[in-house]
Each structure stands twice: as C-alpha cells, then as structure tokens.
C-alpha cells in the first residue's frame, strides 16, 4: 500500500492507504444506482475503475470514461470482467451515440467540468427517454463556506443545494436528492478547532497539505469505515449538514 495517490488530483485508487476511506465513502454511492440486469450503464469520469466493478455484479453491461489515460489503463489491467469495457474520453464529448445508456452514474465529476451545461446536455444526449441520471457534487455551503472560488484546487466551481437544484432542472426531472454524511467523522469534536484553523489559514496552508491533514485526522478517528458508517438521507435538514449531495434524476424533459 503506498501513501498517495497514484493518479494525483481526486482520482482514488486501492494502492493508497492514506485515502482508502475516502474511496469507500466515494464507492458507496454507487449503491443507489437501482435497476435490473438488462440494463445498459455509463460510468462517466470512472478513474480507475472501482465503481464501474461494482456497477457490472448488477446491469448487463457497464462502460467506464474518464479523460486520464493513466486511470483507464489502470481499469483495464485490474477489472477484466467481460460486461466491463473502459474509454477514454471527455464528459463533454461523451464518446457514444445518443439514446444508448439506460442510467448515467456520475459521481464526483460534475465539479471538475468547467462547461458544466455542456456536460449534462452530453448526459441528457446519451440516456434514453426516461432514463435515470446518478450525479454528485460538494454542498458549497459547508465544503467553501465564505468562498467565491473553492477551496479545492481541483474543483471549477461549488453550488450550493438551490444552485445545484436549478442546475439539474434545466435538463431533467429530479426524483430523490440525498445529502451523504459519515457521522462518525462528520461529528467529531476534533473539527471544531480544526476547521477554523484551516479556514483562516487557506491562503497560506497548500491544499495538498490540508487535505493530507484531513485524511489523517479521520483515519485516526476510526482507521476501517463500516458501511452503515456512511449515511444517505432525503429530509431537507439531513441535506443541508451533508457535505455532498446526490441526485437521481430521470430524463423526461
């Protein structure tokens, strides 16, 4: 196990000790995509792949797209299931014919696509008619309090739930809209004098070491996640103390 991330920017791997937690609170998302074993599924920015392994146990086949070449190659090397293909290619030219998918899962993307119109009328492009739509992002209003721009280097931009909300509606219809909260980490007493020391410090502290320092402090709080650690839940206060927010949307529009 080594101590990094292989792939650098947001992209988890198994390899890193250090964010083995944030991938399992990144791959338990991918347990509310519903749906049934004649489906066809796109797995829009799939890194390396974790997430697209877990999606082919469930549909019929399952395609993985991400823009790093370095992640898909790694994919293909360690998940070689025969439902399973990987590509690379850009959210905002998705590399498939319209109407082809059945669900689009894309979590923890969003954020990262500067021309975020384009990216989901390039998702609306490739579902079928009343096909469903898994996305995520960072609840702005608790990942950048007091920010015009985010705090994470690697992110184009942050909403809040009413931004986001109006975002998706511009596309599709929302169905359910969870907040994710890992309680045990969420809820610990250290993050009040943490929090404000990093926040007031943001300006001279490099992301990279505050990010390190987080993932620190909840590998100490509780070293291997359970899954019924990380919560998702629809009730509007549960929402808006979640530092992410996942929305299922159907392309009815």
Known sequence: MTSSNRFGGERLDSKSQLSKNNLLEHLARYGLAEGNNDQTVLDIGCGSGHGSNLLAGKFKKVFGVDVSAEAIEYAKKNWQLNNIEFAVGSG??????????????????????????????????????????????????????????????????????????????????????????????????????????????????????????????????????DSADIVFKTDEPWVNNSRFMVAVCKNLK
């Open 92 to 225: 905002t030219e998705i590399p498939f014919p319209g109407g082809q998918f059945d669900i689009v899962v894309a979590y923890e993307v969003f954020e990262h696509i500067c021309d975020w119109q384009k990216f989901l009328s390039e998702i609306k492009r490739v579902l079928k008619p009343g096909g469903l739509v898994y996305i995520s992002t960072p609840n702005k209003t608790l990942y950048s309090p007091g920010t015009k721009k985010p705090i994470n280097p690697h992110h184009c931009f942050e909403m809040t739930i009413p931004e986001f909300k109006n975002a998706l509606e511009k596309f599709f219809t929302i169905e359910k809209f969870y907040g994710q909260r890992t309680p045990v980490y969420n809820d610990h007493i250290i993050w009040k004098f943490v929090n404000p020391i990093l926040f007031t410090f943001k300006k001279i502290i490099p992301y990279k070491w505050n990010n390190t320092l987080k993932l620190k402090i909840i590998n100490w709080i509780k070293p291997e996640l």
